[in-house]
């Protein structure tokens, strides 16, 4: 059975720092690009970031590049985000999401599109207070 559990949110004040973790399990963890997303209220859910577990390559959203990077090792089958410089807009539950690399998916990874992911976590909460 594939599962993510996101983990690492909290309340932090602007220009803060957090960073999430991303466990997976059930798949071959280097087959899968693992992405991160963000839902705020009243907003739609958008893509963050992306990591390929095959090659290490990894994508952003314009919103966040120079100030979040993702990453996998450390822990086994575990990505991260690191967030830095947090701002009040950064504010939104955050998912990470898994799906198969194949020339099907690229393009939902090197774009983040939300809608390209096949499992999902159930997310974590972070707040930034201004």
């Known amino acids: 059975e594939v599962q993510l559990q996101a983990s690492g949110g909290g309340l932090v004040q602007a220009g803060g720092s957090l960073r999430l973790s991303c466990a997976a399990s059930?798949?071959?963890?280097?087959?899968?690009?693992i992405g991160w997303f963000r839902q705020a209220p009243g907003k739609e859910r958008e893509g963050v970031s992306c990591?390929?577990?095959?090659?290490?390559?990894?994508y952003y959203a314009d919103s966040v590049k120079g100030r979040f990077t993702i990453s996998s090792g450390n822990a086994k089958n575990t990505v991260y985000l690191q967030m830095n410089s947090l701002k009040p807009e950064d504010t939104a539950i955050y998912y990470c999401?898994?799906?198969?690399?194949?020339?099907?998916?690229?393009?939902?990874?090197?774009?983040?599109?939300?809608?390209?992911?096949?499992?999902w976590g159930k997310g974590t909460q972070v707040t930034v207070s201004s």
């Open positions: 059930g798949f071959t963890f280097d087959d899968y690009a």
């Open positions: 999401a898994a799906v198969p690399e194949s020339l099907h998916t690229i393009m939902a990874i090197t774009r983040i599109h939300a809608d390209g992911m096949d499992y």
């Open positions: 990591i390929s577990s095959s090659n290490g390559s990894t």
